[in-house]
């Protein structure tokens, strides 16, 4: 489910508005006979049982005019508490006399207590649900209730009335003393006694729907819904999917045999308990089960809806959750989409379990329904995919008879995937299935109506250029469940004309979570052998390589023809050749592909691949050879194949270096080009033809976070002490604690024993300052040493956990490289987060330690090459680019863990260059996968961020700045090379950059400036766009033109927002308590309106503006004032907004303004 961005630029900010806030009396009021108390909030009723306690006549009546939600909480309490309300939703958790029903509407009681009496005076409907083990006595006194119990109740129906007992109910009971109609749900496998009134008893049976009166029974009315109580499904299994996806598609999981379900009771009986459920017999979200997660449009994935927090979208209704899909046509005839996102968050945690839900999928393009989990603590092991992820299902709307079961992880991605196929006649749209996923130490597997159908062992946890975690990490911590609705995403694809909104819903009938008592942790990761097949007798490991045999090309045999993402074309083969045409290129490469699997790969082995092509007329295509059971990694990297008319030979080598691979695909990838000329191939062979072994290099390096310490967490190799030297006498332990203590190193030593943990050869450079920092804890105060390059300190430990720091600096003619700690002190010593890093704030900035510190994101890795040049450049960091791609985040180098203090000033160089003439930007920002707004959405606040332009010399790029926000130990330095100001590059060149310096600096002197001085550079557009910025989303939005005096944009599509037309420039000082004023012309050929704003470089403070309206070709000469109230800033930023206004009808127009100036006018 999860695709998270690396990097988001915030393009402008968010303006608060105000909030108001009603308050009400906070005690209780007590009626005028003194026995009654009458409350309407949460604090009142806890204040009310105190003060009634012991008193058996109490009564607390609970009014809070449309609805009302109370706890009642642990205690014994001799009271009636009467609930008033159109909705009321009552938690019990005591003892408590009786609870009294007055409502207008609905009424859910969740009884984890113990409730002596219920009467229902009023209502339309109740329900009962919760983890209560006693029977609940239900007096039902209103008229035409409808009572849905999943937990054991005692019914005395006094007047007409309707009941459905759930899974839960089995032992309850009916006295009918008028007529009730009794519906038994076919889960509890059980029947309920009905009493009539002359004393004689009628048991309806499950599954069973039936009117009964005082007389006796009356009428068997079963029409059960055949589609809720199915419980046969004719499966396929379908584990060895190898997709259509060619970079982000499935793998594949063992062949399952001989399937048998699983039911409830065999769980039970293999030890398991039921632990949490949600039958959803309400009808509203239960929120103390369930968080209501707020996201915008395109979050993840390139979603089209946002999450919103709605009625429309989450719905509790006749036992079922229903997440729904909203279309709204907005004013300006655009449409937007909004949808539901739950999950137990804080509220339902688990860690290992079997997970179950029982649902029904919508139908149409684009709507992917899932049930799916993601670990509490998502930076235990690093953001995803590294955390790890569980999704038990997804179904796609265009293919409601296929679900997949999948993990995500590790560093780089990998994942695993199983699919499960059903009939036609019993899809998931049309049909309830149940959903579920067997979560234990080592192992997962996946149900569909309790048929195995996928398992996986085989993961890990790594972050790039680091060991990797213990297994079974990391899935080994604790995980809350997910269900939402996705409207369109990058891989299920969007909706299209077909796609209905009104009448879709996922509905989920309930949610389950059993778990066994203990579960053994114990386990080894399982070794895999993996059987390379030999090639055909002429060498070949390509089968049918020249096309000899007529193929379908839909099955997994041989070549296999595949489209998605809007791809349609067909292939076929035909006089020895194989031919693909193409109707529609699609969206991605992949969009129209011809694949072979299978193809066996030896680690260390040199290939050929040749093939024959031609293609009806000039055009490209992609070539490559993927690992699909390992997210599709590259061992033939993706290569453009220049085709033409004729026939022609292609040849290409490579080694793989990866683990040996029986299951390699070669594919030919023809979607997302600029032709759908067909192409032929021939002669394709795949031809080993040598080896040569990859040692692997046990040098010790800098790690890629810049630490020099290996597994300084205490979480990697055998008993998680990988590559920890340890000596100890017998009468000492040492291991490492669990994941709830932190996994620490946990030393226990008697007195004057010698107990040392060390590491060798680290990669430490000659008279360089570094930093080590650990934290340390002892039962005892002692004084623990470290010994390191040669150099000794002393901790003072104490009985709390503390973190230290030493600075040092290694000697001009360093031999010792190793590190040891002292720590049999005689007590219980622990010891975590060992690291030694270079004393700078970015790590690594001359790239002398290769890459170390640096991370590289990539959205198409076929479009870019890097490396640290040390042939033609002094240990710089080379990138080669094919196509920047579409968005700026495309392609970034990135450092994280960089420290900013709130006030301090700081400088940033560095040293960059491009060989062709283009812009890239740089950033110092927030973390926004671990930094949420207000509203819940990842919040990546820039701290410093410019736009710059390269040529081909290098510049050394300097910028001074204060770090205004809180003190951020978790800042990211990012350089963006993708598609900056919207502008997308398919021209290869090279960009180089070195010499990354962050520094701390004193606060600049400001002088004030001058009155009546423009502060505005080349107001008068002399020199061209010089000191402007402009954006008009790579010419998407808008031109320009510059004029004499001034600047045309001719603007063509207004787009979506203000700033996706605009003219800014920043750089001035604004001074706090000074007046300016702007001024400028400005005539546009349609009237409309346009924004003239001030602000802080990075857009988070609003200094002052005004929206301007225009007539029609009537120049306007704007002047505008204002005073300076926030701090001086020497970086303030001017915008002209040329965009979409909201709330208005932006006509498409040409605009042109001119002579600008920004003057001080008073001290």
Same mark, same amino acid.
């Given at each position: 489910m999860k695709n998270k961005k690396l990097w988001k630029q915030m393009g402008a900010a968010a303006i608060a508005a105000a909030m108001v806030m009603s308050t009400i009396p906070a005690e209780p009021v007590q009626a005028a006979s003194g026995k009654t108390l009458v409350v309407s909030t949460q604090k009142q009723l806890n204040q009310a049982l105190k003060a009634v306690k012991g008193k058996k006549a109490a009564v607390i009546t609970v009014k809070s005019g449309k609805k009302v939600t109370i706890t009642i909480p642990k205690g014994s309490y001799q009271v009636t508490i009467k609930v008033v309300g159109e909705k009321a939703t009552v938690v019990n958790k005591g003892t408590v006399k009786e609870i009294v029903v007055n409502s207008k509407g609905t009424a859910a009681i969740k009884n984890n207590g113990t409730i002596k009496k219920v009467t229902v005076q009023n209502a339309k409907s109740v329900s009962f649900s919760g983890n209560g083990k006693k029977t609940i006595p239900v007096v039902v006194n209103a008229k035409d209730v409808s009572v849905t119990a999943a937990v054991p109740v005692a019914i005395t129906a006094k007047k007409d009335m309707k009941i459905v007992f759930k899974e839960g109910a089995e032992k309850s009971t009916v006295t009918c003393e008028k007529k009730a109609e009794v519906q038994i749900d076919n889960r509890t496998k059980k029947n309920i006694s009905v009493k009539m009134a002359d004393g004689t008893k009628e048991n309806i049976t499950s599954g069973e729907v039936a009117t009964i009166t005082p007389d006796g029974k009356k009428e068997d009315r079963s029409d059960e819904d055949k589609n809720d109580s199915k419980d046969e499904t004719k499966e396929n299994q379908d584990s060895d999917t190898s997709g259509g996806n060619s970079s982000g598609g499935s793998s594949s999981g063992g062949t399952i045999e001989n399937p048998s379900k699983r039911t409830e009771a065999e769980l039970l009986?293999?030890?398991?308990?039921?632990?949490?459920?949600?039958?959803?017999?309400?009808?509203?979200?239960?929120?103390?089960?369930?968080?209501?997660?707020?996201?915008?449009?395109?979050?993840?994935?390139?979603?089209?809806?946002?999450?919103?927090?709605?009625?429309?979208?989450?719905?509790?209704?006749?036992?079922?959750?229903?997440?729904?899909?909203?279309?709204?046509?907005?004013?300006? &005839?655009?449409?937007?989409?909004?949808?539901?996102?739950?999950?137990?968050?804080?509220?339902? *945690?688990?860690?290992?379990?079997?997970? @179950?839900?029982?649902?029904?999928?919508?139908?149409?393009?684009?709507?992917?329904?899932?049930?799916?989990?993601?670990?509490?603590?998502?930076?235990?092991?690093?953001?995803?995919?590294?955390?790890?992820?569980?999704?038990?299902?997804?179904?796609?709307?265009?293919?409601?008879?296929?679900?997949?079961?999948?993990?995500?992880?590790?560093?780089p991605h990998d994942q695993s995937q199983g699919t499960y196929t059903v009939d036609a006649k019993d899809n998931f749209a049309d049909q309830y299935h149940t959903y579920a996923c067997d979560w234990e130490p080592g192992k997962i597997t996946w149900y569909i109506d309790g048929v195995k159908f996928h398992e996986e062992s085989d993961w890990f946890s790594a972050k790039s250029g680091q060991g990797e975690v213990a297994y079974p990490a990391p899935f080994d911590q604790p995980f809350y469940m997910i269900l939402n609705l996705a409207v369109g995403g990058s891989w299920v694809g969007y909706p299209d004309d077909s796609t209905t909104y009104a009448d879709q819903q996922f509905a989920v009938d309930y949610v389950k979570v059993y778990q066994k008592d203990s579960y053994d942790e114990n386990v080894e990761k399982p070794v895999k052998n993996v059987i390379l097949r030999e090639p055909d007798t002429t060498g070949n490991y390509i089968n049918n390589g020249d096309f000899s045999i007529a193929e379908n090309l839909s099955d997994d045999k041989n070549w296999k023809f595949l489209t998605t993402l809007d791809g349609d074309g067909k292939a076929e083969i035909k006089n020895h050749e194989m031919v693909i045409s193409t109707v529609n290129v699609g969206t991605a490469d992949y969009s129209i592909q011809l694949v072979q699997p299978d193809v066996p790969l030896q680690k260390g082995g040199t290939y050929k691949v040749t093939f024959d092509a031609y293609a009806d007329e000039a055009r490209t295509m992609i070539a490559d050879i993927s690992g699909p059971d390992h997210n599709y990694t590259r061992y033939w990297k993706d290569t453009k194949v220049e085709l033409g008319t004729q026939k022609k030979t292609y040849t290409y080598a490579f080694q793989m270096t990866g683990s040996d691979d029986a299951n390699g695909r070669l594919?030919?990838?023809?979607?997302?080009?600029?032709? $759908?000329?067909?192409?032929?191939?021939?002669?394709?062979?795949?031809?080993?033809?040598?080896?040569?072994?990859?040692?692997?290099? $046990?040098?010790?390096?800098?790690?890629?976070?810049?630490?020099?310490?290996?597994?300084?967490?205490?979480?990697?190799?055998?008993?998680?002490?990988?590559?920890?030297?340890?000596?100890?006498?017998?009468?000492?332990? $040492?291991?490492? $604690?669990?994941?709830?203590?932190?996994?620490?190193?946990?030393?226990?030593?008697?007195?004057?024993?010698?107990?040392?943990?060390?590491?060798?050869?680290?990669?430490?450079?000659?008279?360089?300052?570094?930093?080590?920092?650990?934290?340390?804890?002892?039962?005892?105060?002692?004084?623990?040493?470290?010994?390191?390059?040669?150099?000794?300190?002393?901790?003072?430990?104490?009985?709390?956990?503390?973190?230290?720091?030493?600075?040092?600096?290694?000697?001009?003619?360093?031999?010792?490289?190793?590190?040891?700690?002292?720590?049999?002190?005689?007590?219980?010593?622990?010891?975590?987060?060992?690291?030694?890093?270079? @004393?700078?704030?970015?790590?690594?900035?001359?790239?002398?330690?290769?890459?170390?510190?640096?991370?590289?994101?990539?959205?198409?890795?076929?479009?870019?090459?890097?490396?640290?040049?040390?042939?033609?450049?002094?240990?710089?960091?080379?990138?080669?680019?094919?196509?920047?791609?579409?968005?700026?985040?495309?392609?970034?180098?990135?450092?994280?863990?960089?420290?900013?203090?709130?006030?301090?000033?700081?400088?940033?160089?560095?040293?960059?260059?491009?060989?062709?003439?283009?812009?890239?930007?740089?950033?110092?920002?927030?973390?926004? +996968?671990?930094?949420?707004?207000?509203?819940?959405?990842? *919040?990546?606040?820039?701290?410093?961020?410019?736009?710059?332009?390269?040529?081909?010399?290098?510049?050394?790029?300097?910028?001074?700045?204060?770090?205004?926000?809180?003190?951020?130990?978790?800042?990211?330095?990012?350089i963006a090379m993708?598609?900056?100001?919207?502008?997308?590059?398919?021209?290869?060149?090279?960009?180089?950059?070195?010499?990354?310096?962050?520094?701390?600096?004193?606060?600049?002197?400001?002088?004030?400036?001058?009155? &009546?001085?423009?502060?505005?550079?080349? &107001?008068?557009?002399?020199?061209?766009?010089?000191?402007?910025?402009?954006?008009?989303?790579?010419?998407?939005?808008?031109?320009?033109?510059?004029?004499? &005096?001034?600047?045309?944009?001719?603007?063509?599509?207004?787009? @979506?927002?203000?700033?996706?037309?605009?003219?800014?420039?920043?750089?001035?000082?604004?001074?706090?308590?000074?007046?300016?004023?702007?001024?400028?012309?400005?005539?546009?050929?349609?009237?409309?309106?346009?924004?003239?704003?001030?602000?802080?470089?990075?857009?988070?403070?609003?200094?002052?503006?005004?929206?301007?309206?225009?007539?029609?070709?009537?120049?306007?000469?704007?002047?505008?004032?204002?005073?300076?109230?926030?701090?001086?800033?020497?970086?303030?930023?001017?915008?002209?907004?040329?965009?979409?206004?909201?709330?208005?009808?932006?006509?498409? +127009?040409?605009?042109?303004?001119?002579?600008?100036?920004?003057e001080k006018i008073t001290e």
């Open positions: 009986k293999e030890g398991y308990q039921l632990k949490w459920q949600d039958n959803f017999d309400g009808d509203t979200l239960n929120r103390a089960d369930w968080n209501v997660e707020l996201h915008k449009k395109g979050w993840v994935n390139e979603e089209w809806q946002a999450y919103v927090d709605s009625d429309k979208n989450i719905q509790v209704k006749d036992g079922k959750l229903l997440i729904k899909p909203v279309e709204t046509v907005n004013e300006d &005839g655009t449409k937007s989409y909004t949808s539901g996102r739950i999950n137990t968050q804080g509220k339902h *945690d688990f860690k290992y379990g079997y997970f @179950e839900c029982r649902a029904k999928v919508p139908t149409g393009k684009g709507y992917l329904p899932a049930f799916w989990m993601m670990p509490t603590d998502e930076n235990l092991y690093g953001q995803w995919p590294k955390c790890g992820e569980i999704d038990i299902m997804e179904v796609m709307g265009q293919e409601t008879n296929k679900a997949y079961g999948t993990i995500h992880y590790g560093e594919e030919f990838n023809l979607g997302n080009t600029a032709s $759908t000329a067909a192409v032929h191939l021939s002669n394709v062979r795949i031809e080993k033809t040598g080896y040569e072994e990859i040692k692997e290099d $046990t040098t010790k390096k800098v790690l890629a976070d810049g630490n020099y310490v290996y597994n300084g967490s205490f979480q990697e190799g055998k008993n998680r002490l990988g590559y920890w030297d340890i000596t100890k006498p017998e009468n000492a332990t $040492t291991e490492v $604690t669990g994941l709830e203590d932190g996994r620490r190193l946990k030393v226990v030593s008697p007195k004057g024993t010698v107990v040392t943990a060390g590491q060798q050869g680290l990669a430490l450079s000659e008279d360089t300052k570094y930093v080590l920092s650990f934290s340390a804890q002892a039962n005892e105060a002692e004084t623990m040493t470290v010994h390191v390059a040669g150099q000794k300190f002393q901790a003072e430990l104490t009985n709390e956990k503390k973190n230290y720091s030493f600075s040092f600096q290694t000697a001009a003619d360093l031999t010792d490289k190793n590190i040891s700690f002292d720590l049999g002190l005689g007590t219980t010593v622990y010891l975590d987060d060992v690291r030694i890093d270079e @004393e700078s704030l970015i790590k690594n900035g001359s790239f002398n330690a290769g890459m170390a510190g640096f991370e590289v994101y990539c959205y198409t890795p076929s479009n870019v090459t890097y490396v640290v040049d040390s042939l033609n450049e002094d240990n710089a960091a080379d990138f080669t680019i094919n196509d920047t791609g579409e968005a700026d985040w495309h392609i970034q180098l990135k450092q994280t863990g960089v420290k900013l203090e709130q006030g301090q000033w700081y400088r940033l160089s560095l040293k960059m260059k491009s060989s062709i003439d283009r812009k890239v930007s740089y950033a110092l920002q927030r973390d926004g +996968s671990t930094h949420k707004d207000a509203d819940g959405n990842e *919040d990546w606040t820039p701290y410093c961020q410019e736009t710059v332009d390269l040529t081909g010399e290098y510049q050394t790029i300097t910028k001074e700045f204060q770090m205004k926000e809180d003190t951020d130990p978790e800042t990211i330095f990012n993708g598609a900056v100001g919207g502008k997308q590059i398919t021209q290869q060149h090279r960009i180089c950059m070195d010499d990354i310096v962050l520094e701390k600096i004193e606060a600049p002197e400001i002088k004030p400036e001058e009155t &009546g001085k423009n502060l505005l550079t080349n &107001g008068d557009f002399s020199d061209g766009t010089n000191g402007w910025g402009i954006n008009t989303n790579a010419d998407q939005t808008a031109t320009t033109v510059v004029t004499d &005096g001034g600047i045309v944009f001719q603007v063509k599509n207004p787009g @979506e927002n203000d700033w996706d037309v605009q003219l800014n420039q920043h750089g001035f000082t604004l001074e706090k308590g000074c007046k300016y004023r702007v001024k400028f012309k400005v005539t546009s050929t349609k009237a409309r309106t346009i924004k003239l704003g001030l602000m802080d470089n990075n857009c988070q403070k609003w200094y002052g503006g005004e929206d301007i309206s225009l007539g029609e070709a009537e120049e306007k000469e704007v002047s505008y004032e204002f005073t300076m109230q926030q701090d001086t800033d020497n970086d303030s930023k001017m915008f002209i907004s040329m965009g979409k206004i909201s709330d208005e009808n932006t006509p498409a +127009s040409d605009i042109t303004l001119t002579n600008f100036s920004l």
